[in-house]
C-alpha cells in the first residue's frame, strides 16, 4: 500500500507525473486535481480518478520514470545508455566506482544501484548548485548513501583517490583527464567516456592510446528502436532518437 512520503507515478493516456504523496496536499493538472490523500492506502497498480473524470495509473517508479521526471540542472544520460554503460564498464557489487561530473545525479543513482551497500560511488563535480540537487534527486529515489562520496573538484586538476575499479566521465574534455585517471585506476579497471559527439570520442581514444597504459578499447553507441504492436500496425515506429551520446571504453594495463 501506498504510505506518506513515498513517490508515485501517476500516468494518464500520453504524460507521467512524479508526485511525492503528502497528507493534505493536492495534484493539479489539465484534467483537474486528485487528493493526496486518496493515493494514500492506495495499493500501487490502481486507477484513480481525477476531479474530470479522467483516470490516472497510480505506480511506485521505476529507476527510468524517476530520472526522466527528477529535477534536472545538467542533461542527464539517458536509460538506453545508462543500460549499456552498467555492462560495458562492468560495473560490479563491491566496486569502487569514480564519476565525474555528478550532473543531476542520474548516473549517480544507477551505479550505486548496482554496487551495492558494499560498494562505493565517489562523484567529482566543479559545480556546487549541481551538486546539491543531484545530492537530492539522489537521497529521493535511494534514500540516505552512506557509500556515496561527493568531492567538489575539477577532475582535470587532480584525483585524490586511488585503487578504483571503474571510472566513468560524462563531461565535456574526458580527454584532459586520463593523465589523472592512470594514477587513480587500478590495473586491470575499466574506463569509459560518454561523450555527445564523435570528436570527443576520437581526442578520447587517442589520449588513450597515447598513454600506452590502456589496451582492449572500443566506442560504441546505443541505439534504441521501439516497436507498435497494435492489431496490424506492427512495425517500428517512425520516430525514434536517433543520437545521445558515443561510449569510449578501455582497460588499464600494468605498465
Ligand atoms: N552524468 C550526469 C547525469 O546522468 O545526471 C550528467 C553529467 S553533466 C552532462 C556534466 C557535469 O560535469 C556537469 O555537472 C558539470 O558541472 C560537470 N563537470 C564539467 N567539467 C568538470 C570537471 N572538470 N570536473 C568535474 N566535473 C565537471
Do not use: C
Request: hydrophobic residues 45%.
Amino acid at each position: 500500500k501506498i504510505s506518506e512520503g513515498e513517490w508515485v507515478v501517476l500516468f494518464d493516456s500520453k504524460r507521467r507525473y512524479l508526485i511525492q504523496v503528502e497528507r493534505e496536499k493536492i495534484f493539479h493538472f489539465h484534467k483537474g486535481y486528485i487528493r493526496h490523500n486518496d493515493i494514500i492506502g492506495m495499493e500501487e497498480g490502481s486507477i484513480i480518478r481525477s476531479s474530470q473524470g479522467a483516470n490516472l495509473l497510480v505506480l511506485r517508479p521505476t529507476y527510468s520514470d524517476f530520472i526522466l521526471e527528477m529535477p534536472r540542472g545538467a542533461q542527464i544520460i539517458y536509460p538506453k545508455d545508462i543500460a549499456t554503460i552498467l555492462v560495458w564498464a562492468d560495473i560490479y557489487p563491491g566496486a569502487r566506482v569514480l564519476e565525474a561530473g555528478i550532473g543531476s545525479g542520474a548516473l549517480t543513482i544507477a551505479l550505486l544501484q548496482a554496487v551495492g551497500e558494499t560498494g562505493t560511488v565517489i562523484s567529482y563535480e566543479i559545480r556546487e548548485d549541481f551538486a546539491k540537487r543531484a545530492l537530492s534527486n539522489i537521497e529521493n529515489f535511494l534514500g540516505k548513501k552512506d557509500n556515496h562520496i561527493l568531492r567538489l573538484k575539477d577532475i582535470y586538476e587532480e584525483i585524490i583517490d586511488e585503487n578504483i575499479d571503474r571510472i566513468i566521465l560524462d563531461l565535456p574534455e574526458p580527454w584532459r583527464a586520463i593523465d589523472n585517471i592512470l594514477k587513480a585506476l587500478r590495473p586491470g579497471g575499466i574506463f569509459l567516456a560518454y561523450t555527445p559527439t564523435i570528436i570527443q570520442a576520437q581526442k578520447t581514444v587517442e589520449a588513450l592510446k597515447g598513454t600506452k597504459s590502456f589496451t582492449l578499447i572500443e566506442t560504441i553507441e546505443t541505439l534504441l528502436r521501439p516497436w507498435q504492436i497494435e492489431g496490424l500496425s506492427v512495425r517500428p515506429f517512425h520516430r525514434m532518437v536517433a543520437h545521445t551520446a558515443f561510449l569510449t571504453v578501455a582497460r588499464r594495463i600494468v605498465t
